[in-house]
C-alpha cells in the first residue's frame, strides 16, 4: 500500500488558506477590513487640473469622490446622497456642482448641500447645513492622488513608512501619461500581487523577458507594510538596450541605485513599476473573489516620444505574470492544493504581505 506524502507546513507566516483566495464571505470582509481601512490610490492630479474636476473612486464597499474645488483644495467626499442614499456621479469628469439623478438634490464641489427641490413645502425645516455629503480624507504624494474613507486617517506620509522616500527621486508629478493598459485577470488580487513581491519567479517564468537582468544582486526593501525592489542590467549587458523603450526620455535626477528596472508595493493593491525613463502604476482592483482586473498607466518625461510596440514587453511580461496567477486559481479549490516549503529570501516579501494583511483582517 502507497501512502500519502506528508504536508510538511509551510514557512513560518504563510497563513493564508485556500478560501481566503475564492470565498465571497471573504472577499466581503477584506472589503470592509482592509480597503476601507488604507489609503487608496485614487489617480493622477493631472486629471483634477481645473475645479470642478472629480475622480470616482471605490473604496473597499464606499462609492467615494475627490474633487478639485473653486478654492484650489482637493476633497475626498462620500459619493452618496443623504437624501435616500444613491451613488451619484460613476465616471470621472467635469461638473460645476454634484445633482443626484434620483430626486434632484445638489451639492458643492466641497460637499454642502446647495438646492433641495420643494424643499418649503416637503422638506419644512430641513437644515442644509446638516446635510452635506460625508468627508473621507484625500491627500497627494508627488502627482499620485490618494483617498481614505475615514476623515480622521493617519497622514499619508506616516502611512508609506519611508517607501516615499526611497522612490522620491522619481518625482512623478513632472511625468506625462503616455500609456494605460488594463488586463482583466481571472485570478483573486492576492495572488496577482503575492506574484509581484515574488523574486523567484523573475528566474523562471521571466527566464526569457527578463533575461537581462541581474536577480541574484537586487535589493529588496520592507517599508512597513510596503516594499520596494531594484535590479541592474547583468554584467556584460547594454544598460541602453536592456529594458529600454525607445523614444522615451531619461528622467534626470536619479542615482545609479535607482537603475535598472524596479518593482514596488504600497500595501495592499498599488505595485509601481520604475525605470530610468518611465514611472507606471499598477492597480490591482477586486473584482469579485476569483478576479481582479489590472490597470497600468505608464508616465515618462514629456518630451518623450511614444514608440510604437513600445509596450510589447509590458504584455509579454504580464503575459506570463498572468497566466502563473491564473494557474494558481484553477487549484485553489483542489484537495491536494496546499503551500509547501517557501524560499528563505526570495519568497520573504510574500510572507511580509501576509503578515501585514492578517494585522487588518485580525487573523
Ligand atoms: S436619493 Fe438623491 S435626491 Fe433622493
Ligand atoms: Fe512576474
Not at 526593501?221 to 544598460?239: A, I, K, L, M, Y
Request: proline fraction near 6%; charge should be negative; include cysteine.
Amino acid at each position: 500500500m502507497t501512502t500519502q506524502p506528508t504536508r510538511l507546513q509551510p514557512l513560518e507566516g504563510y497563513v493564508l488558506q485556500p478560501e481566503h483566495y475564492y470565498s465571497q464571505e471573504w472577499f466581503d470582509a477584506e472589503q470592509k477590513n482592509l480597503f476601507n481601512k488604507t489609503w487608496v490610490f485614487a489617480g493622477l492630479e493631472a486629471q483634477l487640473s481645473e475645479v470642478g474636476d472629480y475622480l470616482v473612486v471605490q473604496v473597499g464597499y464606499q462609492p467615494m469622490l475627490v474633487t478639485r474645488s473653486k478654492d484650489g483644495k482637493l476633497n475626498a467626499l462620500h459619493n452618496v446622497c443623504r437624501h435616500r442614499g444613491a451613488k451619484m456621479l460613476t465616471e470621472c469628469g467635469r461638473v460645476q456642482g454634484i445633482s443626484c439623478p434620483y430626486h434632484a438634490w445638489r451639492y458643492d464641489l466641497t460637499g454642502e448641500l446647495t438646492h433641495v427641490p420643494q424643499q418649503t413645502t416637503q422638506f419644512p425645516g430641513l437644515e442644509t447645513r446638516d446635510w452635506g455629503l460625508l468627508k473621507g480624507s484625500v491627500a497627494l504624494w508627488d502627482g499620485l492622488v490618494f483617498v481614505h474613507a475615514d476623515p480622521d486617517a493617519q497622514p499619508l506620509s506616516h502611512w508609506f513608512a519611508g517607501l516615499d522616500k526611497r522612490l522620491a527621486r522619481f518625482r512623478p508629478s513632472r511625468l506625462r501619461e503616455i500609456n494605460v493598459s488594463v488586463y482583466p485577470i481571472k485570478a483573486n488580487w492576492k495572488f496577482f500581487v503575492e506574484n509581484h513581491i515574488d523574486w523567484l519567479h523573475l528566474y523562471y517564468l521571466h527566464s526569457s523577458s527578463l533575461k537581462d537582468f541581474a536577480h541574484d544582486t537586487g535589493e529588496l526593501t520592507q517599508h512597513g507594510p510596503h516594499w520596494t525592489s531594484f535590479e541592474n542590467v547583468r554584467d556584460g549587458q547594454d544598460s541602453n538596450a536592456a529594458g529600454r523603450r525607445p523614444g522615451l526620455k531619461e528622467i534626470p535626477g536619479l542615482h545609479a541605485d535607482d537603475a535598472f528596472i524596479g518593482a514596488h508595493l504600497i500595501f495592499p493593491n498599488l505595485a509601481l513599476l520604475t525605470s530610468p525613463t518611465s514611472f507606471a502604476t499598477v492597480n490591482v482592483q477586486p473584482t469579485g473573489p476569483e478576479t481582479c482586473e489590472v490597470e497600468i498607466r505608464t508616465l515618462a518625461m514629456p518630451e518623450s516620444v511614444v514608440p510604437k510596440n513600445g509596450f510589447k514587453e509590458l504584455d509579454q511580461v504580464m503575459g506570463e505574470d498572468c497566466s502563473a496567477v491564473e494557474r494558481l486559481q484553477q487549484s485553489v479549490r483542489s484537495s491536494a492544493f496546499s503551500v509547501g516549503p517557501m524560499a528563505k529570501r526570495w519568497e520573504e516579501p510574500i510572507v511580509k504581505f501576509q503578515q501585514s494583511y492578517c494585522g487588518f483582517m485580525g487573523l
